[in-house]
């Protein structure tokens, strides 16, 4: 069992950037696949990143490529996710996700656990 919770969310101004943060407990979270995925109001769920259990490999959606960093540390048990350049349309709810599976995947069926999602609300 792993169990995710979420901070640092919050309102930005357009342009500002927010760091993510997600702790996770269960001592066998490390070897999770972890990633984040975002839900706007009247939208689906939609893939932002993931993280190996290395932390070497990472993966971005299309939409936040170039603007947004992830980071693990399994000494911690935290992954992080680094926003810039935010855009009024990167509102939405954030969950922190976590995999057992054994490659990278962008699939919200794939992960196991989600945290309680925290709000980024961008104004324009």
């Known amino acids: 069992q792993v169990h995710l919770v979420e901070s640092g969310g919050g309102l930005v101004q357009a342009g500002g950037s927010l760091r993510l943060s997600c702790t996770a407990s269960g001592r066998t979270s490390r070897r999770y696949w972890m990633g984040w995925f975002r839900q706007a109001p009247g939208k689906e769920r939609e893939f932002v990143g993931g993280?190996?259990?290395?932390?070497?490999?990472?993966y971005y959606a299309d939409s936040v490529k170039g603007r947004c960093t992830m980071s693990r540390d399994n000494a911690k048990n935290t992954v992080d996710l680094q926003m810039n350049s935010l855009k009024p349309e990167d509102t939405a709810v954030y969950y922190c996700v976590a995999s057992g599976a054994v490659q990278p995947t962008r699939r919200a069926n794939e992960y196991d656990y989600w945290g309680q999602g925290t709000q980024v609300t961008v104004s324009s």
């Open positions: 993280i190996s259990p290395s932390g070497y490999v990472t």
